[in-house]
């Protein structure tokens, strides 16, 4: 069931509270009419399925980028991972699968390049900033899978506050984050509640 205004309306509740999520953002750089362009959910969930040369975008720094590359590579797909941080799946470190992540990605070919930041897209080059050097470098792929921030599904909660009713939201409808930062929305909201 879709649940919209109207259906919160006809259901009368005291209060509502929004867990709607998040959905893919687009970068500014990547031309929304480039259909070589996608998101990493749309891969995963088999929406798309990539080959050839394939350049991943990691600017979340988890599983989403380093995952999805495997499953790329897995494929028969040349597979190369840009970041703008200093390594790529940073943040594996704390869940101590950072390691086994490169030990994995040398065994299937996997390509690592960091502190590159995306600049901007003409045809099929995408061009990356080197950040310490400032120098462009370009990379010519035949797909881009971009793990980037999402950004929140709150349009339900922003029509329900112009309707005056009592609403809070959770999770990555307030702003995308990990799931230990729904779990203390909830509390949070949870202990609001009483």
């Given at each position: 069931m879709t649940v919209d205004a109207a259906e919160v309306a006809r259901r009368r509740p005291d209060r509502v509270i929004v867990a709607t999520g998040s959905v893919p953002a687009r970068p500014w750089w990547a031309p929304a009419d480039a259909e070589w362009i996608v998101d990493v959910?749309?891969?995963?969930?088999?929406?798309?399925?990539?080959?050839?040369?394939?350049?991943v975008l990691d600017e979340l720094g988890f599983h989403q980028a380093t995952s999805v590359a495997e499953l790329?590579?897995?494929?028969?797909?040349?597979?190369?991972i840009v970041t703008p941080g200093m390594v790529v799946g940073q943040d594996l470190?704390?869940?101590?699968?950072?390691?086994?992540?490169?030990?994995?990605?040398?065994?299937?070919?996997?390509?690592?390049?960091?502190?590159?930041?995306?600049?901007?897209?003409?045809?099929?080059?995408?061009?990356?900033?080197?950040?310490?050097?400032?120098?462009?470098?370009t990379r010519s792929p035949d797909?881009?899978?971009?793990?980037?921030?999402?950004?929140?599904?709150?349009g339900l909660y922003h029509e329900?506050?112009?309707?005056?009713?009592?609403?809070?939201?959770?999770?990555?409808?307030?702003a995308p984050r990990r799931a230990h930062a729904a779990v203390i929305d909830g509390e949070r909201v949870g202990a609001a509640l009483v």
């Open positions: 959910r749309d891969v995963l969930c088999g929406a798309v399925h990539p080959e050839g040369e394939v350049l790329l590579a897995d494929r028969g797909a040349s597979v190369e470190g704390i869940t101590l699968d950072l390691e086994n992540f490169w030990i994995r990605a040398q065994a299937k070919g996997i390509t690592q390049s960091t502190e590159l930041v995306p600049m901007g897209v003409e045809g099929h080059v995408v061009n990356l900033q080197h950040h310490p050097t400032q120098q462009t470098v797909w881009l899978v971009l793990a980037v921030p999402p950004t929140p599904a709150d329900l506050v112009a309707t005056g009713a009592d609403v809070l939201r959770v999770g990555d409808a307030v």
